[in-house]
């Protein structure tokens, strides 16, 4: 791997730890994007030269996704707008399609506010029945309370690999030979782990996966479904016939090369730089918890935990001044999903974990990545601990 500092669009005056919620662009993915916004720009529908030149840039970015996932055929692999839309996709489009033979589906407490949401969708417009599976407190799903969830009427099972917020990495493999046992659809939300963890759809032996350039160094608006042949999808946009048909609408090839591009870059680093960011994150821990007092690790610790993720309650304090305080230094850090700014409400993880309210919105995320190093860890360290010495002294 060639110097990380140097791959990135990285303005050395900010110190970004906030890596889960979205990650600067490579520059090697910018420069092959620079190609299709200049050169290769035409509508890979048209039929002239130019539409199959990029026609056939879609197919190869299409083998690289299917690479990167371990799918057996390029084909199933359906490019979207980002996750949000490709959770949007499988979970409304399966139901739809497979509603005669069943209107319940079975979800966690603490997924994305795009399966949630979906979810909540189906059951409020056309009569689905939903189980929330709940979670112990470090964030995982019982495989025996999936069993006892499943009824004669259930159609999809839709558990992400690993959470947004804390970092827990579920037993996908074990909860998708559950559902396959049941003859039951199995999709996961993997925008958080397909960054940081090996992914084969393969060998989990999930129907369905999601996934998001953004998160990996590629662009943003693009991501990617994978949907195992054979499975029937009702499209949830009305339009063209891109996609096989299954979502409408012209491609953005640029963003989809510049998603390839970054995924094989991923793909031939992941090992080496999932070292890189755990060896970061556990010296920031360590140092954290030898130098600030009165503070608790959510989520999980050991291997069942994303690389990257370090989620922090500061007894006493509430999260959002910890981040207005951190910002005036330069430095970026969140208080949950990205996807959730705005909401005053608790986070809906943590009070899944058996949190209470004042402790949940005492919660900071802490998300490494590539653009990191030691220095501006402790650069982190000595601003995080003069903030919490500061807003402790106002009490």
Same mark, same amino acid.
């Given at each position: 791997?060639?110097?990380?500092?140097?791959?990135?669009?990285?303005?050395?005056?900010?110190?970004?730890?906030?890596?889960?919620?979205?990650?600067?662009?490579?520059?090697?993915?910018?420069?092959?994007?620079?190609?299709?916004?200049?050169?290769?720009?035409?509508?890979?529908?048209?039929?002239?030269?130019?539409?199959?030149?990029?026609?056939?840039?879609?197919?190869?970015?299409?083998?690289?996704?299917?690479?990167?996932?371990?799918?057996?055929?390029?084909?199933?692999?359906?490019?979207?707008?980002?996750?949000?839309?490709?959770?949007?996709?499988?979970?409304?489009?399966?139901?739809?399609?497979?509603?005669?033979?069943?209107?319940?589906?079975?979800?966690?407490?603490?997924?994305?506010?795009?399966?949630?949401?979906?979810?909540?969708?189906?059951?409020?417009?056309?009569?689905?029945?939903?189980?929330?599976?709940?979670?112990?407190?470090?964030?995982?799903?019982?495989?025996?309370?999936?069993?006892?969830?499943?009824?004669?009427? &259930?159609?999809?099972?839709?558990?992400?690999?690993?959470?947004?917020?804390?970092? &827990?990495?579920?037993?996908?493999?074990?909860?998708?030979?559950?559902?396959?046992?049941?003859?039951?659809?199995?999709?996961?939300?993997?925008?958080?782990?397909?960054?940081?963890?090996?992914?084969?759809?393969?060998?989990?032996?999930?129907?369905?996966?999601?996934?998001?350039?953004?998160?990996?160094?590629?662009?943003?608006?693009?991501?990617?479904?994978?949907?195992?042949?054979?499975?029937?999808?009702?499209?949830?946009?009305?339009?063209?016939?891109?996609?096989?048909?299954?979502?409408?609408?012209?491609?953005?090839?640029?963003?989809?090369?510049?998603?390839?591009?970054?995924?094989?870059?991923?793909?031939?680093?992941?090992?080496?730089?999932?070292?890189?960011?755990?060896?970061?994150?556990?010296?920031?821990?360590?140092?954290?918890?030898?130098?600030?007092?009165?503070?608790?690790?959510?989520?999980?610790?050991?291997?069942?935990?994303?690389?990257?993720?370090?989620?922090?309650?500061?007894?006493?304090?509430?999260?959002?001044?910890?981040?207005?305080?951190?910002?005036?230094?330069?430095?970026?850090?969140?208080?949950?999903?990205?996807?959730?700014?705005?909401?005053?409400?608790?986070?809906?993880?943590?009070?899944?974990?058996?949190?209470?309210?004042?402790?949940?919105?005492?919660?900071?995320?802490?998300?490494?990545?590539?653009?990191?190093?030691?220095?501006?860890?402790?650069?982190?360290?000595?601003?995080?601990?003069? &903030?919490?010495?500061?807003?402790?002294?106002?009490?």
């Amino acid at each position: 791997m060639k110097e990380d500092k140097n791959q990135m669009l990285n303005n050395n005056e900010i110190y970004y730890f906030d890596h889960a919620s979205t990650t600067p662009l490579r520059k090697e993915v910018k420069t092959v994007m620079e190609e299709f916004y200049s050169n290769k720009f035409a509508n890979p529908a048209s039929s002239h030269f130019l539409g199959e030149k990029s026609e056939r840039a879609v197919e190869n970015a299409r083998e690289e996704i299917a690479l990167l996932l371990g799918a057996n055929k390029a084909e199933e692999i359906i490019f979207t707008s980002g996750g949000t839309e490709a959770d949007n996709l499988i979970i409304k489009g399966i139901a739809m399609a497979y509603a005669e033979q069943g209107k319940h589906i079975i979800t966690s407490s603490i997924e994305h506010p795009a399966v949630i949401e979906s979810c909540k969708y189906l059951e409020k417009h056309l009569g689905f029945k939903l189980s929330y599976l709940e979670v112990d407190q470090e964030g995982f799903v019982n495989p025996k309370d999936l069993k006892k969830s499943i009824r004669d009427d &259930t159609i999809l099972i839709t558990i992400m690999t690993a959470n947004n917020e804390i970092g &827990t990495v579920q037993a996908i493999k074990e909860l998708a030979e559950i559902a396959g046992e049941n003859n039951i659809f199995f999709h996961s939300d993997a925008v958080q782990a397909v960054p940081q963890m090996q992914v084969d759809v393969e060998e989990l032996g999930v129907d369905a996966l999601s996934v998001s350039a953004h998160k990996f160094n590629g662009p943003k608006g693009v991501g990617a479904l994978y949907l195992k042949s054979g499975i029937k999808l009702i499209p949830q946009q009305s339009g063209g016939s891109q996609e096989r048909k299954r979502r409408a609408g012209s491609l953005n090839v640029t963003g989809i090369a510049g998603m390839a591009a970054a995924s094989k870059l991923l793909r031939e680093e992941l090992v080496t730089k999932v070292k890189k960011i755990k060896a970061l994150r556990d010296y920031f821990i360590k140092r954290v918890f030898s130098e600030i007092d009165n503070i608790t690790l959510n989520g999980p610790e050991g291997e069942n935990r994303l690389a990257n993720n370090a989620n922090l309650t500061f007894e006493g304090l509430a999260g959002e001044a910890i981040l207005y305080n951190l910002s005036l230094k330069k430095i970026a850090v969140s208080t949950g999903s990205a996807c959730a700014s705005g909401s005053i409400s608790t986070s809906h993880v943590l009070k899944a974990i058996s949190a209470d309210e004042k402790s949940a919105k005492s919660a900071v995320r802490f998300t490494f990545g590539l653009a990191n190093d030691k220095s501006q860890i402790d650069y982190l360290i000595d601003n995080l601990k003069d &903030t919490v010495r500061h807003l402790r002294s106002l009490k």
